[in-house]
């Protein structure tokens, strides 16, 4: 349950009139009180002799008592309760109790007997509005200080009493929501989101990886965004706002938002401290890193220079170092999930964009990033747009599953990092993100792991028993689990690769397994295969190799001896 307090007016009956009528687009449907200050207010929705203006008379009537100069001139308190959309059906009755509990919870009525004058309309089955006059009729204002924070701390008990969906409780540092409006205006037109949401998302990517303002804004433009900017006599940016060019006013003028208005996070200074530089060279906590990467292709070379950074901040939260490091460090990963979706094949886009809406929530806390320690992954960000998008096939295909792997990972300790401060909703938008790129891992690892485990089935059975020896000496404890799953075909490939590539398969093994978090794995081969092939630098996509002249000729030789013996089928007959 999710109550909105909306900005103060001074029009009681302007606000009616909206109440009662019929919505932008006609989406208001019987209109109706559920509950006022003295159970007696008239119902211009119900009572036939009822009026609007007579309901805004009554309400406004302590405000008329006082001498002009001193009525506030913005007196309507507005405030808008809504259910969750999987929540049931209430009745006008319990929508009552909770109007009389959200304004006695935030001073408007707080139950003395001298509250402020209001009542609550209900015009759609899972939300109200409760309107008020900021007059007690004691003549005083009531003291309805940070009367959002105790509306909401209000809603937590009234979801546990009503057995209602229980949303997380906020810190403040939220996105602002698309209004009523917003919404109303993109259905109008035919788009599949709010321009806040669309230029929300378009900014963000913008900033993945960028390195300067001037960067910044080019991308900004390159989008198709509509880009103004404030600049100092000295000639720096101060300041940008941006619009889509459809956006436009009654006067056809485009309809610009700053970036601190579409996030907090969006403002300019906040997007400048990310171009933050440290002078020693870029490096990461994971020891193995290799100088350059196996991989052929741009794409696929991206990913797995992030796959090392995004290992490397896992590392990082998970050692609980440095608050302003680990905020830095879920900060640029939202960087790298806008890139990412960015420049993934169609097969995983869909995915990897609700992955990185969701982590954008992660990504804010009110912990100060402190951006300097987290230049691999804004680094590794800025190589994934700049290698352009990937095919989702061969070697950048299985890029983005090692990828992915690690992402989500990194997703589960933002998580755990949050959660052990208390941070809720980033928590939960951690954890909801790491479910989607769950999905785009299982979509983009089917078909390079069916090339991987159709190569361990070949292995010489010799060959195979030696393999699940290594592993039954590395990870006694995990060994059976392993040999069972489906993956321990493609992991007996990679173990012959690891091998073959002058690696000690047993070493190797036992120092993947203990990075850790293999309990939230689906499949524990999978994920040894991509830190193995990761940690020895092992191409991602390795298929059966093409039968050369000399094998085929090493084929028929092994064979000659059955081709010369008779099956009983064909033997002479005597």
Request: net charge neutral; hydrophobic share 40%; proline share 6%.
């Amino acid at each position: 349950m999710i109550p909105s307090i909306h900005r103060q007016g001074n029009s009681t009956l302007g606000l009616l009139h909206y109440l009662y009528g019929k919505g932008t687009l006609e989406e208001h449907v019987d209109p109706h009180l559920v509950a006022s200050f003295d159970h007696m207010a008239p119902d211009p929705g119900r009572a036939p002799a009822a009026t609007k203006k007579d309901l805004a008379h009554l309400l406004d009537q302590p405000l008329h008592l006082l001498d002009a100069d001193q009525r506030p001139e913005q007196h309507v308190w507005h405030c808008s309760v809504r259910a969750a959309p999987d929540d049931p059906i209430l009745t006008d009755e319990q929508w009552a109790d909770i109007a009389r509990r959200i304004v006695a919870a935030t001073g408007i009525d707080p139950g003395d007997g001298a509250g402020c004058r209001w009542a609550a309309v209900r015009h759609a089955d899972d939300h109200i509005h409760i309107i008020a006059t900021l007059v007690r009729e004691d003549g005083r204002r009531p003291d309805h200080h940070r009367s959002g924070k105790r509306a909401q701390a209000e809603a937590r008990l009234i979801e546990a009493d009503y057995n209602l969906h229980r949303v997380t409780p906020g810190d403040g540092t939220a996105a602002k929501r698309t209004t009523s409006a917003e919404r109303h205006k993109a259905e109008r037109l035919g788009w599949d989101r709010a321009a806040r949401e669309e230029l929300r998302e378009t900014v963000r990517r913008a900033v993945a990886g960028a390195a300067s303002t001037n960067e910044f804004l080019e991308r900004l433009t390159d989008a198709g965004l509509l880009v103004r900017t404030r600049v100092l006599p000295s000639g720096d940016v101060q300041g940008y706002k941006v619009a889509l060019p459809g956006d436009r006013n009654g006067d056809k003028e485009p309809i610009y938002y700053a970036g601190s208005t579409l996030a907090p996070d969006l403002s300019l200074p906040r997007i400048q401290a990310r171009f933050t530089t440290d002078s020693t060279p870029p490096g990461t906590a994971d020891s193995e890193r290799p100088e350059r990467s196996t991989a052929s292709s741009a794409p696929a070379a991206a990913r797995r220079t992030t796959a090392h950074a995004a290992w490397a901040a896992v590392l990082v939260l998970d050692h609980n170092s440095d608050d302003g490091s680990a905020a830095a460090q879920i900060a640029a990963t939202g960087e790298v999930l806008d890139a990412l979706a960015k420049t993934s094949a169609l097969h995983t886009r869909n995915e990897l964009r609700q992955a990185a809406r969701e982590f954008e929530r992660a990504s804010r806390s009110h912990t100060r990033a402190e951006f300097r320690h987290a230049q691999d992954l804004r680094r590794a960000a800025r190589d994934l747009v700049h290698s352009g998008p990937a095919f989702g096939r061969g070697e950048d295909g299985a890029g983005t599953a090692m990828v992915l792997d690690t992402l989500v990972f990194l997703a589960i300790a933002a998580a755990h990092w949050h959660a052990q401060r208390q941070h809720a909703q980033q928590a939960e938008a951690a954890r909801r993100a790491a479910a989607h790129l769950r999905a785009a891992y299982e979509q983009a690892a089917a078909e390079p792991l069916t090339a991987l485990r159709e190569r361990g089935r070949r292995i010489a059975p010799s060959l195979r028993h030696h393999h699940a020896t290594t592993v039954r000496a590395a990870l006694p404890e995990l060994a059976d689990t392993v040999l069972a799953e489906p993956g321990w075909d493609a992991l007996a490939a990679t173990l012959a690769d690891a091998t073959q590539a002058g690696h000690n398969p047993q070493v190797l093994l036992a120092e993947a397994a203990a990075r850790g978090e293999l309990g939230t794995a689906d499949s524990i081969s999978d994920v040894l295969v991509w830190r193995l092939r990761r940690m020895a630098d092992l191409p991602a996509y390795a298929p059966a190799p093409e039968p050369t002249r000399a094998s085929r000729l090493t084929a028929r030789q092994a064979m000659a001896p059955r081709l010369a013996t008779p099956s009983a089928s064909h033997a002479p007959r005597r």
